[in-house]
């Protein structure tokens, strides 16, 4: 089969390779469909994230979709053909974190596209049945691929708990605060503001639904959203990992309210004044991946409460990965997305 391996920083390769054999508690799935997120560009660029380093081929891509090409001699309820979802972190389903539901946690588990753990971008997958979720016939694999991307949005709104009625500011707009600012909305944010530093992603945060987009280039982010949103968001979820966007973060939320730091920033410390998050009363929380959200993003799709394929801007074959992931990397694009066995 073909995978496309990155072999160096800027460097990717495809290559011919073994197809997998499914374990008997797996089944072996015919990628279709794998979206380009942020942190695959990442390793292309840079060949390492932190102090993880690409030492050996490493495919990428963890926002995938498919059909079952087979099924492992243990599995039951799956059967050949059948459209799925692959959920790309396996956990190891033992440790505390795993035992009680908060297996995003989990310290030893296997992501799909991270050192040791081969992503998506390539023709078949073999993966445990029980991360790989049915597609109902009313949801694309296209669309099924994006469960990922939707699963993060869940969890942050989850970790901000926004309940009907609330208040919402997104800071960064693209795929994650789009679609977190699309799961807030479905559950049941009544106002939401999303604020971005380049223009194209706020046109698209208003077509997908921004009740105000604030360009975070003209000055006092945090006073304006005062504005629109009385006095401040009841819930702010950071999705950019800037720094100056984790502070508008801070400044824009309500007294009582929420934040929820989902942009992922290894160098970005920012001062906080700990008296006024005391007199404010403000949470101030992480969100990290997801854990029992899948579900729920495939029911908002089949439901068409998120319409993620807008999001999408393009869709490239296999044979041309280097030049989707390049093409990806343009901050005007918003989805890139990569069509595995259609040439
Ligand atoms: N916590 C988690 O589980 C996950 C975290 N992430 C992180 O979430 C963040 C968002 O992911 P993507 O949407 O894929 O990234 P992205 O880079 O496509 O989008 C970030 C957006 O923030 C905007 N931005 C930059 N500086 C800003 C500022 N000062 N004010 C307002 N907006 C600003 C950018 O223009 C861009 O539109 C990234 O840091 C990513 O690493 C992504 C997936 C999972
Ligand atoms: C950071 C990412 O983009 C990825 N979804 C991950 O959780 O590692």
Redesign the pocket.
């Known amino acids: 089969m073909r995978a496309a391996e990155l072999v160096d920083a800027g460097d990717v390769r495809l290559r011919d390779v073994d197809r997998p054999e499914p374990a008997s508690d797996e089944v072996l799935v015919e990628i279709t469909d794998v979206g380009i997120?942020?942190?695959?560009l990442h390793w292309y660029e840079h060949g390492r994230m932190g102090d993880r380093i690409v030492e050996e081929p490493l495919v990428l891509g963890?926002?995938s979709a498919g059909r079952i090409a087979e099924v492992g001699s243990d599995v039951e309820g799956f059967s050949s053909g059948d459209r799925v979802a692959v959920e790309?972190?396996v956990p190891c389903r033992r440790c505390e974190y795993c035992r009680t539901g908060r297996y995003n946690l989990c310290p030893d588990v296997s992501?799909m596209?991270?050192p040791g753990t081969d992503g998506a971008f390539r023709e078949y997958v073999a993966w445990p049945a029980d991360f790989v979720h049915p597609l109902p016939d009313s949801v694309s694999t296209r669309d099924g691929a994006l469960c990922?991307?939707i699963s993060?949005g869940l969890q942050a709104v989850d970790r901000g708990e926004v309940d009907v009625g609330d208040s919402v500011l997104v800071v960064g707009a693209g795929p994650?605060g789009t679609l977190a600012m699309a799961c807030a909305r479905a559950a049941g944010a009544s106002e939401i503001a999303v604020t971005d530093i380049v223009d194209s992603k706020l046109e698209r945060a208003r077509s997908f639904g921004a009740d105000h987009a604030i360009d975070g280039r003209a000055g006092d982010v945090a006073e304006r959203v005062r504005d629109h949103l009385d006095g401040g968001a009841d819930v702010v979820i950071e999705a950019s990992g800037a720094r100056p966007a984790v502070e508008t973060a801070l400044d824009s939320v309500a007294r009582d309210g929420i934040v929820v730091l989902v942009g992922?920033a290894p160098d970005a410390e920012v001062p906080v004044s700990t008296y006024d998050l005391v007199r404010g009363q403000i949470d101030v929380r992480g969100s990290?991946?997801f854990a029992n959200q899948y579900d729920d993003a495939i029911a908002l799709l089949e439901d068409g409460r998120i319409d993620v394929g807008a999001l999408v801007d393009f869709a490239d074959p296999l044979s041309e990965i280097g030049e989707a992931l390049e093409r990806a990397s343009d901050p005007a694009i918003l989805k890139g997305m990569v069509s595995v066995g259609e040439e």
């Open positions: 997120c942020g942190s695959d963890h926002e790309p972190g992501f596209a991270t990922e991307p993060v994650i992922l990290y991946r």
